[in-house]
Structure formats: structure tokens, C-alpha cells
């Protein structure tokens, strides 16, 4: 990573975890345009959920190979759509500087900037790129964001707009300036915390609804979003969804989690889609067993641990007669049979520091294996908004009040699981 000046207490507010590499082709894919970014703004709104009197952000270039030229960059409060509220804006800079220019595979921060960041807000943040072959993003962020006409508009009110898109382009985190006690909590899986089904621009994925539960409280948490749609535990994302997946979980945990700015717990919310896509979209032969999904996330656990990051274990949710459109064969009895085995696994709480039981929350008491109608987003395996918000009141807030490590028994797994049964 280049270095940038630091200062105070940092906390991540939002993240977008990274992955790529996006060519020019697919990036025009996203943008449903046959246009590619040549001389154009991308304005990006983002969801704060921890406020602060400081702000910078983090831009990627982690999965390109050509630098990512950026001219110009602003902050400001978001308004409606591609409009910001007036006089709220200001230029970033990096190293003083107010363009910049960021090697293939690295990242850069912006230089601290004074700017009252309120919680639960809309910022939007602007990029100017002179030209855009290809880049770094998050190709499932929910929320639309806006290209502009040709020219540099990082400072305009109501910013001109040709096309828009549900992914972030290059920026992968905002952090806030906090008070020495606040924290991030970072939330480690796949479509399930990424939010995919919930709905765009609405903030209202399970994670947004424990943030909101945590305010008021001490200590002052944030909850980012660390999760990538497809991605698996143990493999990288097969072709041709191997950009848009993402690698490995084991690959990418230390960058996309352990990154988080003020990181102090993760919530494991992972190994569904490495038991579903097999023999779906992905080879057959790709296909683990549920040792081998264990001894992935153990391994993250342990890593977790010896940076003194508390790892709260959730368990995997249904999705019996799974039939997400274009995946093929995704549930049969035999892959029902690893989840639960991983789930009795997290359950026994021996390597976590506390559990929470998705599982139980969103199934169909009558049918385990099944999401309860209510839950279910359509295709019975991702969730719907009343499912999210199943989730998100499905985490015991206590566990985030203790700041010594304890073993899974004490940090109190049967109190969530007889809270939840």
C-alpha cells in the first residue's frame, strides 16, 4: 500500500471489497452502455454507519495491471440521486496532491481531510478519470452510482449523467477519525452478506440492520461490509464468473478483513456457495468436503486471532430446491448433509468467540433444510429484505461489549442459542 499521512484513531465506515480485474469490455457490460470512461466522473454514494469529524478513503488497483489514473477526487453529502447538497463538498487530495496516479496491484489512501461525517448518511464520493481501460471493483454494490457526461464534475451540484450502475469503481473503503474506544466489526462471506436479493439503494442487507441495532451503544462500533457474491472459502471464482466472484476467502481474508481500519471483531458468515457451486457452475471436481471447508475457516479464525480480532462464527444458512437462474443442480441431499455438518461445527463454539444461529433465524421449523416463505428472496437460497432483517436481529449485541477474549462458552453460545431456538 502507499503511504499516505495518518493520524488520531481511524475506523472503517463503509467497505466495498475489491475484486477484478474488470476490462474495458466488461466494465461497459456493467454500465449497459457501449461507451467505455473516457474523460468522465463516476459519483458513488456510500452508507456511512459510524460518523466522525475526519474522513479519507481508499482507492484499489489491486486486480489491474495498468495504473489507475485518478484527476480529480471530491467528498460531499449525498442529496437525491446524482446530486449532492450544496457547499458540502471537498477536494480530496493524496500526499498533497490532487490527482494521482496508482500502480497496478496496490492501494492508495487519501491524505486525512476535515469533514463532518454523520452516521447513517449518504456521501458521495467522486472520481474524475481521464480515461478508464479497465479496473479494480465491487461488482455487487446495490446502491446506484452515476457516470457523467464527458469532463471533470467532481465539484457539481447535480452532476450531468449518461449511464448508471450498481458497482463500486475502485473506491473500497471510507474511513471516519473515531473516538479512541470505537471499533469496525467486519462482516467475512458471500451473496448472502453481500446482500444480493435485498433491495438496491435501500440499505436494508442484514448488516445495515445490526448497525442500526449497535447505535447509541458503547462501544461505538461500525459494521462494514466484507462480503463478495459467488465468492468461495476455498477456490477462486470459476470462469467466466472468476473476476466477478473473486478469489479465495483464504486468499483475500488479510487484505479484505483484516485491512478493515479499527477492526476489533468479524462475523464468519462463509462455506455455502464452496458446498453449492460445484457441479453447478463450477467443475465438479472442485467439490470439498466438509473437513476441508472447517480446516479453510479455522485457518482464518487462527489468523483472526493472533492479530487480536475477535471472530463471532454464523451458521449457514437453507437453500434446499435452489434454483438461482442460469446455476444448474446447486442443492441435493449430499451437499445438505455437509452444511449441516459445518453447522454443528460452528455450533459446538469451540472455535469462536461467540456464534450466532442464521440458521435457526430463517429456516422453516417444519423443513430445516428449507428458507421459511417468508424469508425467501425467490430462488430459496437468497434471502429477501424481511429475511435480512432476520439476520440482522439474530445477532446478540452483547457480544460486542466485551473487550477481552473469552472461549466461545464464555462469551455466552447457549444465551444466543436459546435466544434464537
Not at 483472526?304 to 435452489?322: H, Q, Y
Not at 437462474?325 to 469451540?350: L, T, V
Request: aromatic share 6%.
Amino acid at each position: 500500500m502507499i503511504p499516505n499521512k495518518n493520524c488520531d484513531h481511524w475506523v472503517a465506515t463503509w467497505a466495498g471489497n475489491p475484486h477484478g480485474p474488470f476490462d474495458g469490455h466488461t466494465l461497459m457490460l456493467m454500465l449497459k452502455t457501449r461507451l467505455g470512461i473516457n474523460n468522465q466522473t463516476i459519483r458513488q454514494v456510500i452508507h456511512t454507519t459510524l460518523g466522525g469529524s475526519q474522513v479519507r478513503i481508499k482507492l484499489s488497483n489491486l486486480f489491474a495491471t495498468r495504473a489507475l489514473e485518478i484527476g480529480s477526487a471530491s467528498i460531499a453529502l449525498s442529496s437525491v440521486a446524482a446530486s449532492i447538497v450544496p457547499r458540502s463538498d471537498r477536494s480530496l487530495t493524496f500526499d498533497g496532491q490532487a490527482s494521482v496516479s496508482v500502480p497496478g496491484g496496490a492501494e492508495i489512501i487519501s491524505d486525512p481531510l476535515d469533514f463532518c461525517v454523520p452516521p447513517f448518511s449518504n456521501l458521495a464520493v467522486s472520481l474524475y478519470f481521464p480515461s478508464l481501460p479497465g479496473t479494480t471493483a465491487h461488482g455487487n454494490s446495490l446502491q446506484t452510482n452515476y457516470v457523467s457526461s464527458e469532463g471533470n464534475h467532481t465539484k457539481a451540484v447535480d452532476m450531468p449523467v449518461l449511464a448508471t450502475l450498481k458497482s463500486s469503481i475502485a473506491l473500497s473503503a471510507v474511513d471516519v477519525a473515531g473516538s479512541p474506544d470505537a471499533a469496525c466489526i467486519s462482516a467475512f462471506g458471500d451473496c448472502i452478506t453481500d446482500g444480493l436479493f435485498s433491495t438496491p439503494d435501500t440499505n436494508r442487507r442484514w448488516i445495515d440492520v445490526l448497525a442500526m441495532r449497535l447505535a447509541g451503544q458503547e462501544p461505538r462500533l461500525s459494521v462494514v461490509n466484507c462480503g463478495i457474491a459467488g465468492n468461495r472459502v476455498l477456490r477462486n471464482g470459476p470462469p467466466p464468473f472468476g473476476p466477478l466472484f473473486g478469489t479465495a476467502g483464504t486468499a483475500r481474508f488479510e487484505c479484505d478483513v483484516l485491512g478493515q481500519a479499527g477492526l476489533k471483531f468479524v462475523i464468519m458468515m462463509a462455506g455455502i456457495t464452496d458446498i453449492s457451486h460445484p457441479g453447478s457452475n463450477a467443475p465438479a471436481e472442485e467439490e470439498a468436503t466438509s473437513g476441508e471447508i472447517i480446516e479453510g475457516l479455522q485457518k482464518l479464525i487462527d489468523y483472526a486471532r493472533s492479530r487480536e480480532v475477535r471472530v463471532i462464527g454464523a451458521t449457514l444458512t437453507p437453500f434446499e430446491n435452489a434454483a438461482t437462474p442460469g446455476f444448474a443442480n446447486m442443492y441435493s441431499p449430499a451437499k445438505e448433509s455437509k452444511r449441516q455438518e459445518i453447522n454443528s461445527w460452528i455450533r459446538s463454539g469451540g472455535s469462536f468467540e461467540g456464534i450466532v444461529d442464521f440458521d435457526r433465524a430463517v429456516c422453516d421449523p417444519i423443513h430445516p433444510a428449507r428458507l421459511l416463505p417468508q424469508y425467501d428472496g425467490g430462488d430459496h437460497i437468497h434471502l429477501n429484505d424481511a429475511g435480512h432483517e432476520a439476520l440482522g436481529n439474530a445477532v446478540d449485541v452483547s457480544l460486542f461489549r466485551k473487550p477481552e477474549t473469552k472461549s466461545a462458552k464464555a462469551a455466552g453460545v447457549d444465551d444466543v442459542l436459546s435466544s434464537i431456538a
